[in-house]
């Protein structure tokens, strides 16, 4: 007999409501928490314009690496750690730095022609492929031991509600960017919606079903194939909302701060919810996918809690001999360190549900960002960190390579889920296989 229907069965015994369902693989004591395998989790972080190279990378390789003035804030998880230098971006084509390494960071492939116009490029148009964190949240829901009710999260902070090739950098194919939720109130919103929203929104989806219907048989071939594509996603949708709880969720909603408006000086506030949020949602098993992306390529947050009134990206563009923008800059990237140390220490403090171990064990955490040196967009270099055990890579390293692509580096992610692909992206730049020395 399925598990999934001795557990329905289990629910009607007890003349329990069918909210509980999903938190009773959670319990040991029920014996339900070993029918399922472990819970591995994937997690992207992003943020902009390269970094100071001579603070960020270690001087010393392998297990006694040194800790440059970035990396500081995570110290105390080095033993959680793999710096990886020398891990380039290797995509040509259309599009700038910026653009062919926001789109292509998560992708590893070129981009469309197009008609957004970068620097002193060629104008592009969205990636050409899926990203890794949508493959793998389709290897995932393929799997009923592994299907979730999100299947993915796309956290923002601040990012730009404009839609073009440096605010995108996950992908559902080709063609197909995924926007960031930054509004930690509307991610609650998804996260926790009301009953009334979801009949509400179930009614809507009934008209628009229909009147898809109506418009198939009046529209070309092409545009057919558009139209069912659309169809499907609001079945998906249906199918979504018809199969969660009609009652209370069944665990604690988690309160977060309220007021914070979406505004440049409030990004420490919205990062610490967003974060907060991120780990509430691994905790009721959500989603085993999710990105956060500050701002977007070509960022140009101001960072005045640090004391720095100018933007980022325009701070980039000095030259290595400015003192003062080198000092700024190292302070904005080691607060972007002290977020990921604040999401690594809030998963590494909370218990796997139903597992040994924390949420971190579990988690694997990629930080990159779509340049390696901001002032001279190169795509080398490319400010790798990995934290958390959820690939069981040989952690508490620093690694220097030779300028291999980093699509290596895709494909060792990619494997460590159990997903044995030869290639991501091109496949130009695939042939050496997955990355040495991570395992």
């Known amino acids: 007999m399925p598990r999934s229907t001795s557990r329905r069965r289990f629910l009607k015994t007890l003349g329990l409501n069918a909210a509980a369902l999903p938190f009773l693989t959670n319990l040991p004591s029920l014996g339900f928490a070993g029918s399922t395998s472990r819970k591995k989790r994937f997690v992207v972080m992003f943020s902009p314009n390269g970094t100071v190279q001579k603070q960020f990378w270690p001087d010393r390789q392998g297990p006694d690496f040194d800790i440059k003035p970035i990396l500081k804030p995570l110290e105390p998880y080095r033993d959680q750690m793999l710096v990886l230098d020398g891990v380039c971006d290797k ?43 949508q493959e793998l949240k389709n290897v995932f829901q393929a799997n009923p031991e592994t299907k979730t009710r999100f299947g993915s999260l796309e956290f923002g902070v601040m990012v730009p509600d404009r839609a073009d090739t440096w605010t995108r950098m996950s992908y559902a194919g080709a063609n197909k960017p995924v926007a960031p939720i930054d509004n930690p109130y509307e991610m609650f919103e998804k996260l926790y919606g009301q009953v009334q929203d979801r009949e509400s929104l179930t009614s809507i989806l009934d008209d628009v079903q229909s009147d898809l219907k109506k418009l198939r048989s009046v529209v070309s071939a092409e545009d057919r194939h558009l139209l069912d594509e659309q169809a499907t996603f609001v079945r998906e949708m249906e199918l979504q909302l018809k199969s969660e709880p009609e009652t209370e969720t069944g665990h604690a909603i988690p309160e977060i701060e309220q007021g914070v408006r979406e505004d440049n000086d409030n990004i420490p506030q919205i990062s610490k919810m967003q974060i907060d949020l991120m780990v509430n949602s691994f905790v009721s098993d959500f989603s085993r996918v999710a990105t956060l992306q500050y701002t977007n390529s070509v960022g140009q947050a101001r960072m005045r809690w640090l004391g720095i009134e100018e933007g980022q990206h325009s701070l980039s563009h000095e030259g290595d001999d400015n003192k003062d923008a080198q000092e700024k800059l190292t302070k904005i990237n080691t607060w972007y360190a002290e977020q990921l140390a604040y999401l690594v220490k809030r998963l590494s403090e909370t218990p796997e549900p139903g597992g040994p171990g924390s949420l971190l064990d579990n988690t694997q955490i990629v930080w990159g960002n779509e340049l390696g040196k901001g002032n001279s967009h190169t795509l080398d270099n490319i400010p790798f960190v990995l934290m958390g055990g959820g690939s069981d890579f040989k952690t508490g390293q620093a690694i220097k390579f030779n300028r291999v692509p980093h699509h290596r580096l895709l494909l060792s992610l990619a494997h460590s889920f159990g997903h044995d692909v030869k290639t991501f992206g091109n496949p130009g730049f695939c042939g050496d296989g997955p990355l040495t020395g991570l395992t």
């Open 91 to 133: 995509v040509k084509g259309d599009g700038d730095s910026h653009m062919r390494g926001m789109a292509c960071l998560l992708t590893g492939i070129e981009l469309f022609p197009g008609n957004i116009q970068g620097g002193s490029h060629t104008p592009a148009g969205w990636s050409t492929g899926i990203s890794l964190d």
